[in-house]
């Protein structure tokens, strides 16, 4: 039960560092601290525990952004999953660049699954989502990635989860 509450604070800081780097910087400056929560979890503790911050995470951007209701949510689950798949198949224990390597691909898909979900409604150019959308916190997400997953290790040995 600690650990679930634990991760839903996790879980809201990364939503507040997500909210104030996008307001400082735009959409140019803009990690994605709620998928690297999600991948923390399930690396360091399973599938359970990275849903569980997959559904807080998509109940809570999904509540302060325009997408239909939980598509955060299907997004966030999704992206759970596919860690599950990719540390199955690729993850090498304490590797960092494994590390790294788990969170391009997640992050590729998570591109992916919202393209097809914007098409659903809109015409969407590919070439300017590449470049606004999915490069720019691709690069930075991944130049943050170890240091992140280092220092929510360090606060969670810190706790004793």
Known sequence: MKRYFIITIFVYIAFLLEFVSFN???????????????????????????LWAAFIAGMLKGAFDIEPSCTYVLVFISAAYLTTFIRRNLYQPGSRFSRVVVTFFVLIAIFVMELLL???????????????????????????????????????????L
């Open 24 to 50: 400082a910087f735009g959409s140019w400056g803009k990690p994605e601290f709620l998928v690297l929560v999600i991948i923390f979890c399930n690396l360091y503790w399973g599938i359970r525990h990275s």
């Open 118 to 160: 914007h098409l659903r409604f809109m015409q969407v150019r590919l070439d300017e989502a590449m470049m606004y959308i999915l490069i720019p916190p691709l690069v930075l997400t991944m130049a943050i990635a170890t240091f992140v997953f280092a220092q929510l290790k360090a606060l969670t040995q810190r706790l004793k």
